[in-house]
């Protein structure tokens, strides 16, 4: 693990606390307001908030702008960075960049393909993919170079982190797909949002037989369903997503103005039963436009308040 950067969700896995993440998705317009309420509403009870890349592949504000105006509120973001859209040589001054605003976490990604989004007609890039990215960020960080050979004269402090989907076909890759990303150069992991409950557990206990927990932090992804309808939508049309009939039908057996608060409970159980599973390191809560309810989940799951660094 690195010892060269100060942000301080390094610091609360090295310290052996379960961190916790959230998400925030930057607004369809150049005013951050929207952004900074997102923040206000869940600061004091997550340790780092991540800001999205043009999720989905819509056009957004951008991720760094929308992380320098969390920064300057005092709080920390994590810098998502998707491959879609930039070259290396864009991806290399993006990082710098951030680390010339001192924002210090960064998580490398691929992205969505450009059909899913407003612009299906876009051109992607993928010059590099999210395994040569987090190559790169641990050269211009560790070795002081760019990609190019030259030496750079401030280095990036960062914490590098990657995704990690455990329910994607087929799942017998997903556990040596998880080391090419430690072997990169991944310091800590956010999983795919977790349903499937046994089957996250079976991943994780394949990493600890491999002693990749030791190697890296996994932090367990969380989303809240609002409804049965979200349920069997995640289930039968959001690739990677591994929904239990179970629980799509505890939500539809629930009446409809009960369901958001059965999701909610539904998390919260999750969150609980995870904290015992080896290797879990933390929890990544994804309440994407429903950000006013990550407080009640963190302080339900017992991870309130925050440990100081």
């Known amino acids: 693990m690195s010892a060269k950067t100060p942000s301080r969700l390094e610091k609360i896995l090295r310290a052996g606390h379960l961190a916790v993440t959230s998400e925030c998705g930057p607004p369809r317009g150049s005013d951050p307001k929207e952004?900074?309420?997102?923040?206000?509403?869940?600061?004091?009870?997550?340790?780092?908030?991540?800001?999205?890349?043009?999720?989905?592949?819509?056009?957004r504000l951008c991720s760094l702008?929308?992380?320098?105006?969390?920064?300057?509120?005092?709080?920390?973001?994590?810098?998502?960075?998707?491959?879609?859209?930039?070259?290396?040589?864009?991806?290399?001054?993006?990082?710098?960049g951030a680390a010339s605003w001192d924002i210090h976490n960064i998580l490398c990604l691929s992205g969505d393909h450009q059909s899913f989004g407003d612009s299906p007609q876009g051109q992607n890039v993928h010059d590099l993919d999210s395994l040569q990215?987090?190559?790169?960020?641990?050269?211009?960080?560790?070795?002081?170079?760019?990609?190019?050979?030259?030496?750079?004269?401030?280095?990036?402090?960062?914490?590098?982190?990657?995704?990690?989907?455990?329910?994607?076909?087929p799942f017998e890759i997903r556990v040596p797909r998880l080391a090419k990303k430690v072997k990169a150069g991944a310091e800590f992991i956010q999983t795919q949002c977790i349903y499937n409950l046994e089957k996250f557990e079976l991943w994780m206990r394949q990493l600890v037989d491999r002693g990749l927990h030791e190697q890296v932090y996994i932090l367990a992804g969380?989303?809240?369903?609002?409804?049965?309808?979200?349920?069997?939508?995640?289930?039968?049309?959001?690739?990677?997503?591994?929904?239990?009939?179970?629980?799509?039908?505890?939500?539809?057996?629930?009446?409809k103005d009960k369901q958001a608060e059965e999701g909610i409970k539904i998390c919260i159980e999750s969150i609980q039963r995870l904290k015992e599973v080896k290797g879990v390191a933390g929890f990544h809560i994804m309440a994407i436009e429903w950000e006013e309810k990550v407080p009640g989940i963190v302080e339900a799951a017992g991870l309130y308040p925050r440990p100081s660094v």
């Open 35 to 59: 952004i900074v309420h997102k923040a206000e509403m869940i600061k004091n009870h997550v340790d780092a908030i991540n800001i999205t890349d043009n999720q989905t592949s819509v056009c």
């Open 222 to 255: 969380l989303t809240p369903m609002k409804s049965a309808g979200m349920a069997r939508y995640m289930k039968n049309r959001v690739p990677g997503m591994d929904v239990p009939d179970a629980v799509v039908k505890r939500l539809a057996d629930t009446p």
């Open 133 to 169: 990215l987090l190559q790169t960020v641990r050269k211009m960080r560790d070795e002081g170079k760019f990609l190019g050979g030259d030496d750079i004269k401030r280095p990036p402090a960062m914490f590098v982190g990657a995704a990690a989907n455990p329910f994607a076909d």
């Open 65 to 96: 702008a929308s992380c320098i105006h969390l920064k300057q509120l005092g709080l920390e973001p994590v810098l998502q960075m998707v491959t879609r859209d930039r070259n290396r040589i864009a991806l290399q001054s993006d990082i710098l």
